[in-house]
């Protein structure tokens, strides 16, 4: 719940409830709340199956020095949402002060949910802490990505002061099934070293849950290699890992634009093997 702004800092935050409506048979958002500049655009419904496609709007473009943004995303049961940005999201140089996102997402059983943001900018100075919390209830289904860039590319900045923290935590049926942690400072020897970085970048994460009747090791399996072959295809430096029935890609290079390409083939393809979709790209995408 969106509750009082702390004094200290530049407080936002956005909470949004889709439900599936039998009558119409569409997915809405049945509640929405924000506090502060952070909004979501009008609804779209593209595809026949009636899920249903949101954008958060944040109009600063970006985090700065004292910002602390929150996001509380919930999805009933039969429900299927999915949300994005409409550009890359920016941590900004912060002089010292500190900056926080927070973003927790409750996907009921028989639900599905897609959080697809676009890339994060990282900017050298930026003190950034952010935390995102997925927790599905038994039969939910997930597909979702982080994207991060660190240092502006196009002005050659590398990452020499500030800091990163990034806690990452999926859950379900209140059991951890992923625990994914980030901590760096400026010119620290991991974003170097053939351990961590290896100079690179741009690194990425995708995670996929089945819906129930389809975690089955086999067929998993089956998807993944498939899933490999197309990375080959397409020529990215993508690995696919099976975490038990979390299927997980991760990318490390250099362009930003081929992660965003590769994760969104990915998709297209856990869509058709698992809801029988087409991969319905976000029109904001193409803007």
């Given at each position: 719940m969106i509750k009082n702004a702390p004094t200290?800092?530049?407080?936002?935050?956005?909470?949004?409830?889709?439900?599936?409506?039998?009558?119409?048979?569409?997915?809405?958002?049945?509640?929405?709340?924000?506090?502060?500049?952070?909004?979501i655009q009008k609804m779209l419904w593209p595809e026949k199956t009636g899920v249903c496609h949101a954008i958060i709007?944040?109009?600063?473009?970006?985090?700065?020095?004292?910002?602390?943004?929150?996001?509380?995303?919930?999805?009933?049961?039969?429900?299927?949402?999915?949300?994005?940005t409409p550009g890359a999201?920016?941590?900004?140089?912060?002089?010292?002060?500190?900056?926080?996102?927070?973003?927790?997402?409750?996907?009921?059983?028989?639900?599905?949910f897609e959080w697809l943001p676009q890339e994060?900018?990282?900017?050298?100075?930026?003190?950034?802490?952010s935390e995102t919390h997925i927790h599905l209830d038994e039969s939910a289904s997930?597909?979702?990505?982080?994207?991060?860039?660190?240092?502006?590319?196009?002005?050659?900045?590398?990452?020499?002061?500030?800091?990163?923290?990034?806690?990452f935590r999926l859950f379900r049926a209140d059991k951890l099934l992923v625990a994914d942690s980030l901590n760096f400072k400026g010119?620290?020897?991991?974003l170097t070293s053939c351990l961590g970085m290896n100079g690179h970048a741009v690194m990425a994460s995708f995670w996929g849950i089945a819906p129930l009747h389809l975690r089955n090791q086999t067929l998993l399996?089956?998807?993944?290699?498939?899933?490999?072959?197309?990375?080959?295809?397409?020529?990215v430096p993508v690995t696919l890992t099976l975490l038990g029935d979390v299927i997980c890609a991760r990318y490390l290079g250099n362009d930003v634009r081929?992660?965003?390409?590769?994760?969104a083939a990915i998709r297209a393809k856990l869509r058709r093997y698992w809801y029988d979709l087409d991969e319905e790209f976000p029109r904001i995408w193409r803007t």
């Open positions: 200290q800092l530049w407080y936002a935050a956005l909470e949004l409830g889709f439900e599936y409506q039998a009558e119409a048979a569409r997915t809405v958002l049945q509640h929405r709340k924000h506090h502060g500049p952070v909004r709007v944040h109009p600063p473009a970006g985090i700065a020095g004292g910002d602390h943004l929150t996001f509380d995303m919930k999805v009933d049961t039969q429900a299927h949402a999915l949300v994005t999201g920016k941590w900004y140089k912060t002089n010292g002060k500190q900056a926080y996102q927070h973003i927790h997402i409750h996907v009921a059983d028989q639900a599905i994060t900018m990282l900017f050298d100075g930026a003190c950034a802490n997930f597909i979702g990505w982080d994207m991060l860039v660190i240092g502006r590319q196009a002005c050659g900045e590398i990452f020499q002061q500030g800091h990163y923290q990034n806690i010119k620290d020897r991991w399996s089956e998807h993944i290699e498939l899933i490999r072959e197309l990375m080959m295809r397409m020529n081929h992660c965003h390409d590769a994760f």
